[in-house]
């Protein structure tokens, strides 16, 4: 399956040498700024994978990449031939009996082709089905040796390539995006010890404690067993009625009824290991970890109603936007961090750090960021790479190790059995995706799709191989088992130091800003008032008032519930360790939002004004916001001043919830025709609705007159100076949403 070479005698397919010599269509509205924008030489054909759009980028190369390279296939200037070489001289006809006649059982052509179409499915993941991956490479900033002896933690020059996939978790796999859920975060590391995945979310904890009640949630969430209603959402009543009866499942409900279930994108979402594991450095000292993935693009959010317009306008919108920002050089990028606790402080805690459905509050136990990951470049076969790549929590390296939470225990179990049925076979470790690095030999053999052709000696001992491959002693990059005292007898029981439900989903509500605290309200009373049978309504609020009364009541009178006082009076819990508000916990609170990547639209006609066009381009390029042009028609848009520019796309196909902000510039040809123009009046109220920031400059600022929009605030900019328009336009931006605009926003008709 390496690369095929140039048939002579089959002319080259004519190559359209300007698909290599323009930028990605991404790239030309990227921002200018060479420091956010690494230079895309473009690989000349033959030489790399090319797809459509794909751009790949030489110096993004690693050692996974180039083992991938020997099972690409390159077709160009080839011949068409079957799966067994055979020249295939017409893909257009099947082989009949007569020109009219019947179809010949012996047309192997045709029978080859249909058989192998007839078994292109293969099973979707049960959970985690809807995805997108992308590859690209971690980096540590110093030795960590104190903690851990793994290799890949020590040399800040080396990068280790990784391959990461995000997720939704209920949806199938052809579900939306932007649903309310759970994102999964798993990272495959390709170490020179071997595979390390991190199979995380995008929240600290989980919503059960111990693995063996994972089907159980998983088939509640899921759409319901009669009707297979409703898809990608938990808001219907199998998946409520199990939350109502399984209160350790709380604290995660609460992150999925915040702005966390609903992300801005896959770059702006932190992401967790969650469960507590080990740290084992080269003298055998053990430290307990939890790994976090902080965004170095900020964290930022949706907001509901968007999040649910967007699932029909660009289902794709966190897969496109990933491969989008691949091939502009945005690479998303993540700092690895860890929250240490030495063995010894294990009981430290108001709760038991093997309990996943808790979280360390980093009030308490500080970040360390300790590395980076940047994803830089995209898959070149969807199937291949995102579909093929087999995750398991079971594959570690030396210098890591697994602790006792029951829930990660189970885990290590259930993947590689998943895979086994999912991928069709015990041999998966084969796929390409799936290979390590490093290599590896032992004396498993056989099995369905076996690749790897073993010699005369597939035991140990041997003497025929002189007893290759051998075992290797006990050092340095070679796994052993941390030799943890156990104790204990052998019992089906839950710890008592596991059973406190309330305290840390109260320190999550306590921790959220006023704004993410309505969010929180309108998420339970959304998926609340989806559910048909009225006790679990009921017995939801009920379990809400332990966390807290101004929750449990906003949430009851959005369901026409009425709370009784004794219910008013259940007891609230005490702070975690002391600790009642962790800022880590909000999204909004003072956290300074990261404008690079970020999207603009310009909603402009012909007879737009080309300076203060170009001097609003240039401001938000300099700061590594991307515009994109969208006018009533596409092709090219006619300046005032007689230039044509590219149109990005029509204003009817590119709805204001697929930006960040939206901007107007000065024109007074271009404003007549807007005015008249229903998408974008629909477009600007849309955008006030969504909280975005609005710039109206010059001649734009008539559609004030024209269109309902309330009075202005802080996040209406207006002016006739561009320079001036687009500066205060990103001071603006910085806060992500017009927060103060949210009481009237749903006065909108949008
Ligand atoms: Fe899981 C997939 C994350 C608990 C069983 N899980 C899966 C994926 C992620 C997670 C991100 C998708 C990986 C990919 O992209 O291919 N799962 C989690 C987290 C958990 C968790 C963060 C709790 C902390 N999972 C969990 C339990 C079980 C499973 C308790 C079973 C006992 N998970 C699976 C699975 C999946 C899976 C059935 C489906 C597809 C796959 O593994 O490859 O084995």
């Given at each position: ?13 004519e ?26 030489s ?29 099972f ?22 099947s ?5 009219r ?14 058989t ?33 002896k ?32 759970i994102?999964?975060w ?21 919503f ?36 109502s ?19 801005r ?194 035991y ?7 007893n ?71 017995r ?26 004794e219910?008013?009076?259940h ?25 690079k ?154």
């Amino acid at each position: 399956m390496k690369k095929g070479k140039k048939t002579e005698s089959i002319p080259s397919r004519e190559i359209d040498k300007t698909m290599y010599s323009v930028e990605p269509h991404y790239e030309d509205t990227a921002p200018s700024k060479k420091l956010t924008k690494p230079l895309t030489s473009i690989s000349p054909p033959g030489a790399e994978p090319m797809m459509p759009g794909s751009f790949k980028n030489p110096k993004n190369n690693n050692d996974k990449l180039k083992q991938l390279d020997d099972f690409r296939s390159d077709p160009l200037g080839e011949s068409l031939r079957t799966n067994q070489g055979v020249k295939i001289s017409d893909n257009q006809n099947s082989l009949k009996a007569g020109l009219r006649g019947s179809t010949l059982l012996e047309d192997f052509i045709l029978r080859e082709k249909i058989t192998h179409f007839d078994h292109e499915r293969i099973p979707e993941r049960v959970v985690h089905a809807r995805g997108a991956g992308a590859h690209g490479y971690f980096q540590v900033y110093k030795p960590l040796a104190s903690y851990t002896k793994a290799e890949f933690l020590q040399d800040p020059h080396v990068r280790t390539p990784v391959f990461v996939r995000f997720s939704t978790v209920q949806g199938s796999r052809g579900s939306a995006d932007t649903v309310r859920d759970i994102r999964g975060w798993a990272t495959k590391f390709y170490t020179k010890e071997g595979n390390f995945d991190l199979v995380g979310n995008n929240t600290p904890i989980f919503f059960i404690q111990d693995a063996i009640k994972f089907p159980d949630f998983v088939h509640a969430v899921k759409p319901e067993p009669h009707n297979e209603i409703p898809q990608g959402q938990s808001a219907h009543d199998t998946f409520w009625d199990y939350i109502s009866l399984q209160p350790e499942t709380l604290h995660n409900v609460m992150w999925a009824m915040s702005d966390r279930g609903i992300p801005r994108s896959y770059s702006m979402m932190e992401g967790f290991g969650i469960h507590t594991y080990k740290l084992i450095n080269a003298e055998g000292r053990c430290h307990f970890v939890r790994f976090h993935w902080k965004p170095v693009y900020g964290v930022a959010s949706l907001l509901w109603d968007e999040a649910q317009l967007l699932a029909g306008r660009d289902p794709d919108f966190h897969r496109r936007e990933l491969w989008e920002s691949i091939e502009a050089g945005d690479y998303p990028e993540y700092e690895l961090g860890l929250q240490i606790i030495p063995e010894e402080d294990e009981d430290n805690f108001d709760f038991d750090i093997l309990d996943p459905t808790k979280l360390i509050p980093e009030s308490l136990v500080p970040v360390h960021l300790v590395g980076k990951m940047v994803l830089n470049r995209n898959p070149d076969s969807y199937f291949n790479e995102t579909e093929q790549v087999a995750f398991c929590p079971g594959n570690i390296v030396s210098g890591i190790d697994f602790s006792d939470d029951p829930l990660l225990q189970g885990r290590l179990f259930s993947y590689i059995d998943t895979q086994i049925s999912r991928l069709g076979g015990a041999n998966f470790h084969e796929i390409p995706i799936n290979r390590p690095v490093c290599p590896f030999h032992n004396h498993q053999r056989d099995g369905m799709h076996r690749i790897s052709i073993s010699g005369a000696a597939n035991y140990e001992p041997n003497s025929i191989n002189n007893n290759w491959p051998r075992e290797t002693p006990p050092a340095g990059g070679v796994f052993s088992s941390y030799p943890q005292l156990t104790t204990g007898e052998k019992i089906r029981k839950r710890s008592g130091t596991f059973i406190d439900y309330y305290s840390h989903p109260r320190l999550f509500w306590l921790s959220q800003t006023k704004v993410e605290q309505n969010h929180i309200i309108g998420g339970f009373s959304f998926e609340l008032g989806k559910v048909v049978r009225p006790w679990i309504r009921e017995r939801v609020v009920d379990q809400l008032t332990y966390i807290d009364h101004n929750l449990a009541q906003a949430v009851a009178e959005n369901l026409g519930i009425e709370l009784s006082h004794e219910q008013l009076r259940h007891p609230l819990p005490g702070p975690v360790n002391g600790i009642s508000k962790d800022r880590s916990l909000s999204i909004y609170d003072g956290h300074s939002q990261v404008l690079k990547s970020r999207r603009v639209a310009i909603l402009a006609a012909d007879g737009v004004c080309e300076k203060s066009l170009a001097i609003i381009m240039k401001s938000l390029h300099d700061q590594s916001i991307h515009t994109m042009i969208f006018s009533p028609h596409i092709g090219k848009l006619r300046t005032l001043q007689g230039t044509e520019l590219n149109i990005n796309g029509t204003i009817e196909g590119n709805p204001s919830v697929l930006v960040d902000a939206v901007i107007v510039p000065d024109g007074k040809q271009s404003i007549d025709t807007l005015l008249k123009d229903g998408n974008a009046k629909y477009y600007l109220l849309q955008a006030f609705k969504h909280l975005k920031v609005i710039g109206l400059q010059g001649e734009a600022q008539r559609i004030y007159d024209a269109i309902p929009l309330p009075a202005a605030d802080e996040g209406m900019i207006t002016g006739n100076a561009a320079l001036e328009l687009a500066a205060d336009f990103i001071e603006a931006m910085k806060l992500h949403r017009v927060w103060s605009r949210e009481m009237i926003a749903g006065q909108i008709p949008a």
